[in-house]
């Protein structure tokens, strides 16, 4: 079992920076795959960025590649999401996700595990 806890969420003009951080439970938890999805008001939670349990692979979402950089520490058993440039259309409610697979699936049926979500909002 994993429990996951956000933080790091808030309100940024357009062109502004937030980084969120994601602290994970476990003993096992450089064995997860661990990203982030986001859910926009109205719409379905979709994928964002994901990393591998070594930190070695990264994917992201077409929408965010450029602007957002997803990372993780094994030691502190925390994943983070740099969001740079940002703009209105980022405003969602953000959701750590980890998977005992050791990439995250991209499809948000298939994840094992969520956090509670943080909300960020950006203003034009």
């Known amino acids: 079992q994993v429990q996951l806890v956000e933080s790091g969420g808030g309100l940024v003009q357009a062109g502004g920076s937030l980084r969120l951080s994601c602290a994970a439970s476990g003993r096992t938890f450089s064995s997860y795959g661990t990203g982030w999805f986001r859910q926009g008001p109205g719409k379905e939670r979709e994928f964002v960025a994901r990393?591998?349990?070594?930190?070695?692979?990264?994917r992201y979402a077409e929408s965010v590649k450029g602007r957002f950089t997803v990372s993780r520490d094994n030691a502190k058993s925390t994943v983070y999401l740099q969001m740079n440039s940002l703009k209105p259309a980022d405003t969602a409610v953000y959701y750590c996700?980890?998977?005992?697979?050791?990439?995250?699936?991209?499809?948000?049926?298939?994840?094992?595990?969520w956090g509670q979500g943080t909300q960020v909002t950006v203003s034009s």
């Open positions: 990393i591998s349990g070594s930190g070695s692979f990264t």
């Open positions: 996700a980890a998977d005992r697979t050791y990439t995250l699936p991209t499809d948000a049926s298939a994840v094992d595990y």
